[in-house]
């Protein structure tokens, strides 16, 4: 059974930082891209961040380089989204997402806050 949970969400002020993760099992998780997308209230899914099977190479939202970073331990079935210097706007669920071929899951999503 596949499953992907999110976890390290919750209210922190703007400039802060938050570190999610999301624990991956039922597949061969070092085959697969690994993504974090956010949506906020309103507004549609967007893509955060991804990191590829492989050599882990990454890629980011333009908006987000340089604040949030992605990273990837496959022995531990683990991506994780660093975020610092959060901002109100950060403001969203984010979401873990696995993809390979056809095969596209996602998490439950993780709720972050920024606010004063």
């Known amino acids: 059974q596949v499953q992907l949970v999110e976890s390290g969400g919750g209210l922190v002020q703007p400039g802060g930082s938050l570190r999610l993760s999301c624990a991956a099992s039922?597949?061969?998780?070092?085959?697969?891209?690994m993504s974090w997308y956010r949506q906020a209230p309103g507004k549609e899914r967007e893509l955060v961040a991804t990191?590829?099977?492989?050599?882990?190479?990454?890629n980011y939202a333009d908006s987000l380089k340089g604040r949030f970073t992605i990273s990837r331990d496959n022995a531990k079935n683990t991506v994780f989204l660093q975020m610092n210097s959060l901002k109100p706007e950060d403001t969203a669920v984010y979401f873990c997402?696995?993809?390979?071929?056809?095969?596209?899951?996602w998490g439950q999503g993780t709720q972050v806050t920024v606010s004063s």
């Open positions: 039922g597949f061969t998780f070092r085959r697969y891209t």
């Open positions: 990191i590829s099977s492989g050599d882990s190479s990454t």
């Open positions: 997402n696995a993809k390979y071929g056809a095969f596209n899951n």
